[in-house]
Every structure is written in C-alpha cells, then in structure tokens.
C-alpha cells in the first residue's frame, strides 16, 4: 500500500509509509466539530502525540486547534519543515514558545465559552500552564469525545491495519522455525522481534493509560499465568522489578504452553493477536481450555453484530466458561474483559467487560481474548483481531488457532 | 553483580536480577521526607513508575505514601504477592479501590496540611480524582523535590548503570562486524537491538517529559542530522508521519557518518553513549568537528568538578565551538544544551544548558554529548556517561572515542 499525501515531497525510502490524506483528516475533524458544536464548546486543542497524528498526520511537537466551526491550525514547535511535509493541513504555522501559541488562539478565538483538552492524558502541571493561557476559558475534559471517534476506524485505516497484520502473520508463521527447547523467553521474544523490526515495526506500542507499558508477552509455562500490574490475563516474570512484565530469564521446557501475543506497530497502528506453542503435547485439561476459548470465538463470529451490546458477550464467554467448569480459569484473577479496541493505541475503545454497556458499531476494531489462566501451569487460548461490519465481525489475520504441538 | 534483598523468595531465573535493598530505600525515603518538613508538608503520595520503583522497589501497580515522620506504607492493587516479593519495605497491603486508598490515607494522617503528589506526570483527570479523594487536604507539587533527590546516585545505582555499560559496550564492540554498505538503518538497529534485548534490554527507556519517546539513534548521513520532535541534536527520519524519530529504511553508504547512539535498559537503568563509524573516510570537515567535540569532552574531564556551575559548561562548549568556526553546527538547531542527568529515565536532572544555573555536585551521572549537526551531511561527536565524583568526572566506559572507519 502507497498512499501519498499529494504535492507533498516523501522523504521516505521505503515504499510502505504512508501519509495521512487530506480527506481523511476532514472526515475527522469534522466528526470532533460535530461533537463541539453539540457540546457548545467553541474549540479543542489537541496536543498528545496519537490525538495529533490521528487529526493533522504529524506527531511533530505541535498544538492543533480545531475551532468548532472553520478550519483547523496547526502549530508547530519542532520541527516545523518535517510538519509540513507531513501534515495534509492547510493552515501550518512554526511557533516559538507557549506565549506564541496563546497568542495564535486568542485571535482565532472569541474571549469566552469553553475549549477542550485531553484531560485524560495532559499531565497535571501543563494543564495548569494551559489553564492560565487559555483564561478566561472554560477547559472541558474533551477525551471522551476524542476516543468514541477514535473507536470507528474508516476503510483507510483497516487498510494500515491489514499492512500490521501481514508483517505480524509472518512473525507468527516463523515461530515454530525459532522456538527451541532450552532457549529463554528473552531470546525467543528478541529474535521474533527482531523479524518485525526490519520490516518497520516501530516497537512496543503506545498505550493511553497511565503508567501502563506493552512489551512482548513471549511467556512459557508458569511465567505465561504470572500475573503482572498490566492490566490484562497475562503478564509474566518480566527482566526484573523494575520492569516486571513480559518475558523473562525463564528456560523453554517441554509440555508447556508457550504463549506468543504481540504484534508489530506499523505506521503508528497496531494490531493483536496471540497464538499458543508448544514442544511436545499439552495436557488434556489446558487442551480442552483451549477447546473452549475456541468455541467462545466461534460463537463471537456467530453473534457479534451491529447494535448488539458488549456487555452480552462479555456474559456469553463468562457462561460458556462455566459450563465448562473453568470460571475461576477465565482471564485470570481480578480482570473482568474479554475484548479491547485498538488502533494507534493498544487500549482504544470500546471494552467487552463485566456490567459495561457499550452499543458496538460498523467500523469498530475488537481484539477479543477468551482465556484461560492456570496458576503454576500456563495460560491458553486466543486473541483475534476484527473489524465490525453491517455483516458481522471480519477476521483479519488467516492464522491457525489450535495449539501448534513441535 | 548479584544484589539480594534478604529474606525474600527470588523468583527470577537470571543472576544479574536485583532487588533494592532496604536500607538503599530508607535512605531515599528519609531525603524525602527531610524535603516534607523542610516545606511543612505531611506526606507524599507517589504512584508514577519510576518514581515507585525508587521508593519503593517495585513498579507493581501500587500507591506508596511517604509521611513526613515515621514508616511508609505501599497499598498495592495489582499485583499484591508480587509487590511482597520485590518491595523491602514493611508496611504493604493489598487495597482493591481508589476508596480502600482514600481510607488507609485518611487513617494515618492529620485532616490538614499539605500533601505532595507528582504533578509533572499525573494527567489531570488523575490529578482531580486524587483532589477529591484527598480532600480537605491542600494538594502541592512534589515532582521537583523528587528529581532532585533522584538526581544524586548512591554507589548502588551507580553499579547498576556499570552492568548496562557493561552490556551496551558489547553491544558497541559488535557494530563492525554487523555494519555493511547497503544495509537500511532499520536493519543495523535491529540487529543491535537483538543483542542487547538476549541480554536483557528492557526496551526504550523512560522518559519523564510528555510525548517524549526515544528510540535508538541509529543513523547515517544525512538522517543523522534530520531534526525531529526529540528535544536533542539529532532525531533521524524513522519509520513513518506516525513515528518520526530514530532509524528508517534509508540504507548505508560509504563516506558518511555512521551515529550510534542508545543504550541498553539493565533493572530499570539507562546510560547514554554515541560513538560514530564510517564505511570509508568521512570529509576533513567532519573529522575536524569530531576531534572539536573530543577537545570539548577533553575539558570537560579536566574542569568539572562539584561545586562549579553548569552553566559555565555550556558555555564553555559554546566557546570552543565558536573558535573552531563551528558555533552554527553545535548542537543543531534550537537545541541549546551538551548534557543531561540520567538513570531510571532518559531524561533526569541536572540539565547542562544555556543560561542555566546549576550547582554540579558529587553523585552526578552525566551524559556529556557534544555534537556538530550538518544538514544534509550528517552529525559528528559524542557522548558518555559520567559519574561526577569528588575527584571529578569518572567516565563510566572504556570505549574508544574516535570514527571508526571501516
């Protein structure tokens, strides 16, 4: 895939960068004014790195402006040369300092109403830097907004997720070449990372909330049913206290499931998937886990559909696990999903969880994890990722789900 | 190095794992609590990462309130029996809610007074939820107190960061035999990366300031000296719009300089070199501002010293290049300082900067970095890290500081 950003020069070499096109960032930004407009707010101001590649194509250090009505402006700290070949906007302007910035939106705005920042994300002490420049505005917490747009991705960016899922397929399709009894975790997690690297990954990916971090889950065994402050069924030992999570110093043994879940970030999106490995059979109760998590996804295709609430899925894969006798197995202690949306996040919305009504939607991106966490033994199970049509949720990988036995 | 917090399980399988011992936190710990009744404030409450791996040891999710008297105590929500294993500290409970936490505060302290939280990296949302859980009492910013407290290593830490020199110097032994003409950026990373990951690199290091992100600078040419948002010298094209910085798909040639600049992350601890190579001679151009940047570190080694300013640095630097007919190359555009304190982030304290008044003092670690940036061209110089000792500067590796042309 090439898409450029016309007139634009590519500094790029390889042939799979793409620019954000125009078009697309209209369709977004108006979607935000649609939401300023109803809320009464007059404008937001979008500054963390994500929100701003996602409304203006750059994540250079910049300010973005987009006024409830009229055109946005993007404000360029460093480096303005870059935002311009990147940024399909129209109004780009280079700015010094925070005096300059709040000089450029005191005379794009009227001196009262409310405008929106991502509370969510804006550190506390900019926040109050912002609030002093922005006065007499009101500032409105405008993330919500920002991440239910986020959440219906459009044709151009399953595009850039499909790219993802290539790179991240082949990957996969490499593991039963490296995976060897005897190796760490580390060095199995190192050298499958390394095969997306040189295809562009560009690492672990962004995350929204706070404090949380990403790295490979490459885990083995009883590391793969270590849990972790991450919040999802998996965590591992990790490299030590300092960062505890993901793969560890722990040998590859045999008859144990080997848990394989990360993906490459590809032109900032990402996708998520995890497949489970094994050298020599499993036993027959991770086996029949397995089963059952694979039933949980079949009956997810069934059902999910526009209009449903995720909230029911979350109960269908609660119940099918307990017919089966494995609810205390199901996700792990304390965590109560089964599905996350992502994009140029890895926690985007909506969640599939316990008591959280969400209506889903054509164009939302799931990643759905039915899994089951034995203590001392493993973690199996899957994770897919979809997209939701008028039809029902599309499979974007055409990876094998059962356990690969080596 | 083998460090063992007594009396407590080690699970990991590695032997260069170490747990913080419990005397090195109650010496944090009592600096900062000398800084809370200095200020008349009752206690702080830390829950960024870094931050509370420092105090406490371990980077579970947890919140640790430090009073300005008497024992700290860590209240963990995920994950508890992990945080009991890595933490030596004495008072750790298990809390399940924001609520639990609101209560266990309200029973040890007074219902007045101030109480410091990390206000440069808590998003604001956090910020007004931890206000009105604290409630009445007065909330103040503490983050600056605690980068000062950070910014002097114990011997300790300072042998941490010795086995990531250790790790990231073999990694620099090995760019010869892995850099060949023709191969992209992307790929020499990667497979740089890889050694360094096997040994058990954490990853990118953290960094304290907003939307920072630092991926390894492993660039040539002209790349080398493509700015970026990054606040350094250089930045390089990356993989895409969506992640502009470090390494792209731009291949090797001959005749331009090769930067290498990044590190491995070792139990949380970052150090920061850069070293230049060449697949045949670079112009005496470039070779002239190289050895420019080795007088500079060169003076820097003789005159440092506690008790000096480092301002006086900067300008000394500044001077230099001025005289070498350099002054326009030095440090890139708009970037206006030659080194920066480093440790569990990228980004700590003491700045080395224009205008910026700072007393060195002895348990410094300094990443010293000057460079001559050449648009089009490429950058040229180096970097290390110092520990500042009451002797002077001691330069944590042995690594030759010349181009290595190949």
Known sequence: MVITNQGVR??????????TPQEELFTRIERLQGHLLTAGMQAALIVQNADL????????????????RGEPLLMVRKNYERALEESALDKIIAVQSYKDIGRSI???????GGIGLELDVL???????????LEPLEIIDVSGAIREIRMIKSPYEIECMKECIRVTSEMYNEVPNLL???MTEIELSSRLELLMRVKGNQGNPRLRAFNQEAPPHVL??????????????TGGAGLSPAFPQGPGFKTIGRNEPILVDFSAVINGYVVDHTRIFSIGPLSDKLVEAHNTALEIKRRFIQEIKPGANGKDFYDMAVNMAEKAGLSSHFMGSGVHFVGHGLGL????????????????????VLALEPKFVFP???????????VLTESGLEQLNMLDDSIKIL
Do not use: W
């Open 10 to 19: 590519i500094v790029f070499e390889n042939n799979q960068t793409c620019y």
């Open 53 to 68: 590649f996602y409304f203006s194509g750059t994540c250079q250090d910049a300010h973005l402006l987009i006024p409830a």
């Open 106 to 112: 005191a005379g794009s705005l009227k001196n009262r």
């Open 123 to 133: 550190p506390a002490n900019l926040f109050f830097r912002y609030k002093k420049m």
């Open 180 to 182: 060897k009894e005897g």
């Open 220 to 233: 083995s065994g009883r590391n793969s049913a270590y849990p972790s402050f991450f919040d999802g069924p």
């Open 345 to 364: 996040e890895l926690d985007e919305l909506p969640v599939i969880a316990k008591n959280h009504h969400v209506t889903l939607q054509s164009g939302m």
């Open 376 to 386: 001392g033994e493993g973690t199996v199970g899957v994770e897919d990722t979809f």
